[in-house]
């Protein structure tokens, strides 16, 4: 056997290790990219906030109707000359249930807005760290994966390439010494 027939099988196998190796180092090095929340998550909780604190849509034009139509009802009683003070404490009465109804109509929507926000802010959550295990850590837990594998096999290949060498030479080195002698 010539010894060109073991040094280039294992200085061959030397190299492809350390490119391996130097390569899943590489690997290993990498930074774990950040993670940035999508412009939409913030401004759908901002729209969702701004639901939740504000009034129930039509509340001020049902507030208005109940204060016209109290005026309305003054002023027919006036107008016809039926100025009961007990009449007049009716209408004002009503006004005041039917103001008292659309204040506990308007907090009962406001609550259920807030309900709907923490339901969101959930719902949103979940998606975000979905997002982040598929966009993040999968693809990171893979590249250290790879990046183990890949000084694996070259520190086989690094050490396959040495004892390669090392058992070529021991044998060559054998021989020469029993033809000197």
Request: charged residues 15%; aromatic residues 8%; negative net charge.
């Amino acid at each position: 056997m010539s010894i060109w027939a073991a040094i280039i099988p294992a200085a061959i196998s030397l190299a492809a290790g350390a490119y391996q190796t130097r390569q899943g180092r590489k690997l290993a090095e990498q930074d774990t990219p950040p993670y940035q929340i999508p412009d939409a998550v913030p401004m759908a909780m901002d729209f969702q906030r701004s639901r939740m604190l504000g009034d129930m849509p039509g509340t001020q034009t049902m507030r208005e109707d109940v204060r016209a139509g109290t005026s309305a009802q003054i002023s027919a009683a006036e107008r016809y000359g039926y100025i009961d003070p007990n009449v007049v404490g009716q209408i004002y009465g009503q006004e005041q249930a039917g103001l008292r109804n659309i204040g506990v109509a308007s907090s009962q929507y406001a609550g259920g807005q807030q309900d709907r926000y923490l339901d969101m802010m959930g719902m949103l959550a979940g998606q975000q760290g979905a997002a982040w295990d598929w966009n993040v850590r999968m693809p990171f837990e893979y590249d250290m994966a790879a990046a183990q594998q890949m000084i694996g096999a070259g520190m086989q290949n690094i050490y396959g390439g040495i004892q390669s060498g090392s058992t070529w030479a021991g044998r060559y080195g054998i021989a020469k010494m029993g033809q000197e002698e």
